[in-house]
């Protein structure tokens, strides 16, 4: 938004002072170029919890599978990935899966954001008790989403992964963590 009227405002100055900037001969775009590069590279990125949890998330992309531990130097199971994330985000308290289904608030899959903990069965879908868990790393107009976590299958480390087929026959629940 502070970008869109920054450059409504300097494109206005633009079009007032183009006569006067023809008159001296020198060349507005170009000077118009290097003061649009100067202000932009000014203005702070807008951030937010959920997008620093997620680059940092994404940093452990290819971090290998290693059943048991929250370690990133040898690796992570799922729920020790996820609350080794969310640690150093100042959220403690979760360390298995089923810890994670016990915390937070309990919501819609339609109404989780980017951040928001997926909870899934084990590899036995009959059982309904968590046993694997993601973060919602993307979401598109459609509805459609993607999860970061340490993956014990193919992946064998962390990975990103649609919540599609397989994933979705899984699906128990969303919960929200971040306010």
Do not use: W
């Not at 000014?42 to 937010?48: G, Q, S």
């Amino acid at each position: 938004m502070k970008k869109n009227l920054l450059l409504l405002s300097l494109f206005v100055c633009f079009a007032f002072t183009s006569n006067a900037q023809e008159k001296e001969n020198t060349s507005l775009p170009q000077q118009y170029q290097q003061i649009m590069g100067k202000i932009i590279d000014k203005i702070p990125a807008v951030t937010t919890p959920a997008s620093q949890l997620l680059d940092f998330a994404k940093s452990f992309i290819g971090t290998r599978y290693r059943y048991a531990s929250s370690n990133p130097n040898i690796g992570f199971d799922c729920s020790g990935f996820v609350s080794y994330v969310y640690k150093q985000f100042g959220f403690s308290g979760a360390r298995s899966s089923v810890d994670f289904a016990r915390k937070g608030k309990t919501i819609a899959l339609s109404e989780a954001k980017l951040g928001d903990i997926l909870i899934f069965t084990g590899t036995n879908t009959k059982s309904r008790t968590a046993g694997h868990v993601g973060i919602i790393y993307s979401k598109d107009e459609d509805g459609n989403i993607k999860f970061i976590h340490s993956s014990s299958g193919k992946a064998n480390g962390v990975t990103i992964t649609g919540l599609d087929g397989y994933y979705k026959s899984r699906f128990i629940k969303a919960v929200s963590i971040l306010e």
